[in-house]
């Protein structure tokens, strides 16, 4: 257990160390050593602008789902579409004998990646929607619809090397950003009623807002990235507050490249905490918690298209003081960079 905890502190070491350490190195070493340019042919170079944008929300009423993230690590400008699955378990009742039920949230996202200038990027993501559980009885809950649209804003602190340029030497990239969730998923409060799971919703039915920071850096083919974020969630209509949320995550990567053909695959750890839900002001007992997850991904690239896969296990997880288990996560993607 210890060496656990110490593997999660660590974690959260290295990304603050990360990108506050390399970043003063970019700012003081910002020379960019040039080759005989190649633009057309750029094996040794990736054009990596801080992509792993890992937002999350628990459970099914997150725009985003399960820091699967706002971009996909190596494409810098896309759209495209997105299927999140998540499977949970969670205890129908408050008493530790309680019978556990079945839940499975999924979300088809369309979703995009768009310059707005050099150095900024305007993210957006329209969820839509369909849960299941099943009860101890055998009997079936369905829900479907819109989620909650999320957009984002990206600042891109450091210059990145042109294109017509291949550059031997690290990249660092460090972006802070922010935004907001909008409520255009609906909240049903009758859906909190006999689980002390209160995320089996299309949307938190409030007005959420996110700051974010990402900092990474890449080496011909090989990379690294980190991120941080915190979402600030407000009182909805129904006078339920969902608990502020606080992600971190790292990830490794190399890029393998077979003519216009690429795959990169990917590594990584990610931390999510949950803060306490209140209803009326009160605190909502057994609602935080937080999960240590293991990340394992992959993608495939040829020309302007790009297929991706990814699969998270929870490591260690305390959800709800322990009345929610998170069993697995999955996502596929397909996007046309732009």
């Known amino acids: 257990m210890n060496d656990l905890q110490n593997t999660k502190t660590w974690c959260r070491f290295l990304t603050c160390l990360c990108v506050g350490f390399f970043t003063a190195i970019s700012y003081s070493n910002d020379k960019i050593t040039n080759i005989d340019p190649t633009p057309n042919n750029c094996a040794t170079h990736i054009h990596y602008d801080g992509e792993y944008f890992d937002f999350c929300d628990t459970c099914g009423c997150g725009s985003s789902g399960g820091s699967m993230g706002y971009g996909t690590g190596l494409n810098n400008n896309f759209i495209g579409i997105r299927y999140i699955g998540q499977e949970y378990r969670s205890r129908d009742g ?44 055998n009997t079936e809950q369905n829900i479907n619809g819109i989620g909650d649209i999320s957009v984002l804003g990206y600042y891109n602190l450091l210059k990145s090397t042109p294109d017509t340029i291949v550059s031997i030497k690290p990249e ?3 972006q802070l950003g922010g935004g907001i969730k909008m409520p255009t998923g609906k909240y049903d409060k009758d859906n909190n009623e006999g689980s002390v799971n209160p995320s089996f919703q299309l949307g938190n039915g409030s ?17 690294i990235s980190t991120m941080a974020n915190y979402t600030i969630k407000t009182k909805n209509p129904k006078d339920y507050q969902f608990g502020n949320q606080l992600n971190l995550g790292i990830n490794a990567f190399k890029t393998y490249y077979i003519s216009d053909f690429s795959i990169t695959p990917i590594i990584g750890v990610a931390e999510e905490i949950y803060g306490t839900n209140k209803e009326l002001g009160f605190d909502v ?54």
Do not use: C
Request: net charge neutral.
């Open 285 to 338: 007992a057994d609602t935080k918690g937080d999960v240590f997850l293991g990340k394992l991904s992959v993608e495939a690239s040829y020309n302007r298209y790009a297929l991706g896969l990814t699969g998270m296990l929870p490591i260690s997880q305390n959800l709800n003081s322990d009345k929610v288990e998170l069993r697995n996560r999955v996502s596929v993607y397909l996007n046309i960079n732009l």
């Open 207 to 223: 007005w959420d807002y996110v700051l974010a920071m990402n900092y990474g850096f890449t080496y011909r083919n090989w990379g």
């Open 94 to 137: 408050i008493f530790a004998d309680s019978p556990w039920i079945t839940e499975n949230f999924n979300t088809i996202q369309a979703w995009a990646n768009i310059p707005i200038t050099k150095r900024a990027i305007l993210n957006v993501i329209v969820p839509y929607q369909f849960h299941n559980r099943v009860l101890p009885d």
């Open 172 to 174: 660092h990239y460090f």
